[in-house]
């Protein structure tokens, strides 16, 4: 080995706590690169590849009866390159050890040819046989949320008959990759399954024979999907077609999407944080220990070394951190990343999982890691290079204070003289002292980004489930019903109240702008299921006129008093015109309200009730139940408390996870940063201290001066963090909004508090260690050595 | 060394140097032009006040430092005009420097700090010989820290030596030791400069020092104010400190 870099190799073992603390933070930068795109390559690629072995169609349309001729002409639009039409309709399930119902999508397939789209996974057992009646292929994680094996049997009501289900296999689709029953937020698989059944059987059980209610298209490459939906609308919609929508509008999908874009938000935001504090952390120590060997580099070049060799040896101490910080990184970004799969595979339903564990990430992540530190070393370096070598052995002259403003002179005067010290060197060098304020409050705001989601997620849940929704349950007929069938509900034991509502399928346009919703009607004035406005006050519903949600008002660039042109889409299409008297808020879909009574008057078949919103007595839940099982007309149930309760789970759980990590990685900043910030300002002022000490100041006094310096440091860091981690939060929740959800945008004090707690005991941490270092200090050693 | 004093081969000609240093309002006249000849395997000793403008000298012929103005020449090889590449390699060719405070690389061995020269060299000793040269050899393995101020300017001096040089530069070699380590590093040098007829310039503010020299140069206020020729020596035991 090279006598230089022997040299290069001790130092790395003398400084090897600072240069670990910031290999530390560059670890934290390379891992959460690696998690962040490597996560999102391997769920992208594995969504691309399942989409692709499985023939997940581009286009999906639904109608209320369509004819099966229909299809060869559908087949024949232009562009199109398979299209299958197929039965699906909602059922309610009665499972044995289960009190309340649970909710399932049956699914046609093809009698007696396989499925063109759509393919399933079939994990075990085999499809339903032609013609025998019940069998079904059942999807995997429901299967297993109750047990199932082939074999097993089940019951359901579908369109008010009862139906045995027994299943002959278990599989996966990749349409519901990301299943959500009725009316839950999160999935819950327990209470939602999707049943395939042959279409003759699908057909019997929904009186469709010969006839479709769901189509599914791929697209030849280079097609314009706008034009297929175009010509597909026109041939469904003397057949109660709803208007045709894309992959990004088809639910699992879409939740893919909203995941993928966050794992992308994430790679752009919290790698460059510690990035950034790498580079400054390694600017830092280097320039340090270039004024520290000042004269070494001038004996270096004395003896004939070139300017690159000095500066090289210099750039390799950096790249001995950065590398060191790469390997790290590697691991917990391969650890992580790991984990980061498990939680997708407990959240989406892959057959299986594509690790792109590709080398371009590491080299990606390694290359970035290595050009911050390069970045943040290239100063000291180089001005080690260009230290001519007369000059550097020469003592360097003592650092300048300026003179302070009248102002800085009557606060000096106002100050101890071990104050005024702390105060000199901290103002001394802005820049150094800026940035090290900069790099804690960053270790703030990471927790405040991760903390703040507590408040969001527990305000959208007392809005949404205390505010809002306030029902129990949410009953959806098979059907569109008369009136009247609401008060048959009522009827039922143990119901207090109910509150009805009826959807339908409209096509919005308001300018260029149009969007497919579901509009709802609700009675005027709502006591279950409420709509509150901007400020989150209950409203009731004008006599006439539409209610948007904020989204939907964006998307469509309508404003209170816009007139909306309407085509309602299960009436053929036929077109009217309403104005928008109200805009509200709403964290789900994309919701447009009206009064029900007006909505009834829109309507050319006349009052109809999609469903209802119940009440019900907390005691009587088992007979509730079992009514709600047995009633014919009911396709679907929502309960409230269950959603709740697996909402909470799930949420609790990911964000216990997250913070957790979060915490580690604001630890690491807060720790890099401050321990460095301390052993620089100590090895810059160890003579100073330790003349304070020959002229008779206690330890604790000169530790004094630097804990003025650090603390100062430390609660200006304390606001900027909060500042910041405001502005990361919000960035945070714009990230996450789509058209499926959004979060609310609530910081509570706590996550200032909790953030704050935890970089304050870390940074203390990181100072005492050092600061103990003060009593080691030996007095006659470091006034003998020459600075 | 008569015989060396007959062929009179000019190592270095200094021709009117000078040198000014800008420090904030005031310039400071360091060099205010100096002329001399330093001859191949003389030992020339350097002295005058602190302040006089002797290490400003010993740098600039030494290469660590440019003139203002005036020449000198290496041999044939002009030192004023020359970039700091030529000036990196003149130095790693020919020159070997002491300095007052050793300027040890403290994370080295005393043999590594030789190595760290003899692995950029042409021509080096092996650093162990070297050391021996200068009575070090059973020290080899101790940092500076373990050693002495004058065990220290000794490895200093053969990390100077190591490399075979044509000139040997000390700037107050015995500046920070006491009258007998002094001696020894004298002892060194001077056995350097006989054995190896390394052409050897040393300053220092010890007039006693003069002794040993082939050749003396006075500096007062940034000039040569004298220069001596003396065929009398003195080794450096027999000196009166
Ligand atoms: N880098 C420098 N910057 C400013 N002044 C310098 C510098 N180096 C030397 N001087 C000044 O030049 C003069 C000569 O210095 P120097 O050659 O070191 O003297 P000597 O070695 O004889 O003590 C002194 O006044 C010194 O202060
Ligand atoms: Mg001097």
Redo the contacts with the bound molecule.
Sequence with gaps: MRTLDKKLLRDFKRLWPQALAISLVLACGVATLILSIGTYRSLDETRRAYYERHQFASIFATASRAPQSLMREIGLISGVAGAQGRIVEPVLLDITGMIEPASGLVVSLPDHDTLRLNKLYLRSGRLPTPGKSGEAVVSDRFSKAHGFRVGSTFAGILQGRQVKFQITGVAMSPEFIYALGPGDLVPDYRRFGVIWMRQQQVAGLTKLDGAFNSVSLTLLPGTSQPAVIAALDRLLAPYGGTAAYGRKDQMSNAFLDSELKQLQAMAGVIPPIFMFVSAFLINMIMSRLVALEREQIGLLKALGYSQLAVSAHYVKLVLVISLTGVVIGFAAGTWLGDGLTRLYSEFFNFPFFIFQRSLDVYLLAAGIGIAAALLGGLKSALSAASLPP??AM?PAAPTLYRKSSAFGQWLASTMSQLTVMAFRHLVRWPLRSGFTMLGTSLAVALLVTAMFSFGSINFMIDTVYFRTDRQDATISFSTPLAPTAVHAVKKLPGVLSVEPYRVMMVQMSHGSHSRRVAITGKPQNMRLSRLLDIELAPISLPSSGLVLSERLAMHLGAQRGDVISMKLLEEGWHEVKVPVVDIIRSYFGLGAYMDIAALDRLSRIGPRRSGVYVELDANRHKEIYAAIKAMPKAASIALQTQSLKKFRETIEQNITIMTTVYIVLAVIIAFGVVYNSARIQLSERARELASLRVLGFTRNEVSRVLIIELAIILLVAQPVGWILGYGFSWAVVRGFQSDLFRIPFVVQNSAYGWSSIVVIIASVLSAFIVISRVRQLDIIRVLKTKE | MSIRQNKKVAVFTVEDLTKT?H?GEVD?Y?LRGVSTKLYQGELSVVL??????????MNIIGGLDTATSGRVMFKDLDLSGASETELTNFRRRHVGFVFQFYNLIPSLTARENVALVTEISTNPMRPEDALALVGLEKRMNHFPAQMSGGEQQRVAIARAIAKNPEVLLC?EPTGSLDSKTGRLVLEALTRINDELGTTTAI?SHNAVIHKLAHRTLY?AD?EIVREQVSDKRLTPSQLEW
């Design positions: 007369a000059t020469r | 240093y420090t400071v360091a005058g006040p602190s302040g006089s403008g002797k290490s400003t000298f700037d300053i500096f940034g």
